[in-house]
């Protein structure tokens, strides 16, 4: 079993930036591909973001491509989630999550370790 414990979250006015951080306590996730979810109240839980083991292959969802970034730093078992240019519909809760799939995905399903989540309130 894997705890991911996710933080970074906090109140942001629109136009502002945040830098989530996913971390695995007593695992390392370097052997996992990463995932950054978020789900907004009354809304389903969609993918953000996917970075493949190596970090070299990522995936967006288009209403953060350009201005979101994922990465991985192996050395310190961390995934981040950049997130800039932030707006009123990004509020939402955010998750990182890890996938024993060696290919990248974005399928909720295949992601079997789930961190506890972080609030993102973005205000107009």
């Known amino acids: 079993q894997v705890q991911l414990i996710d933080s970074g979250g906090g109140l942001v006015q629109a136009g502002g930036s945040l830098r989530l951080s996913c971390g695995a306590a007593g695992h390392t996730v370097s052997s996992y591909t990463m995932g950054w979810f978020r789900q907004a109240p009354g809304k389903e839980r969609d993918v953000v973001a996917a970075?493949?083991?190596?970090?070299?292959?990522?995936y967006y969802a288009d209403s953060v491509e350009g201005r979101f970034t994922i990465s991985r730093d192996q050395t310190k078992n961390r995934v981040y989630l950049e997130m800039n240019s932030l707006k009123p519909e990004d509020t939402a809760v955010y998750y990182c999550?890890?996938?024993?799939?060696?290919?990248?995905?974005?399928?909720?399903?295949?992601?079997?370790?789930w961190g506890q989540g972080t609030q993102v309130t973005v205000s107009s």
């Open positions: 999550a890890a996938s024993p799939k060696a290919v990248l995905t974005y399928y909720q399903y295949d992601y079997i370790y």
């Open positions: 970075i493949n083991r190596s970090g070299r292959s990522t």
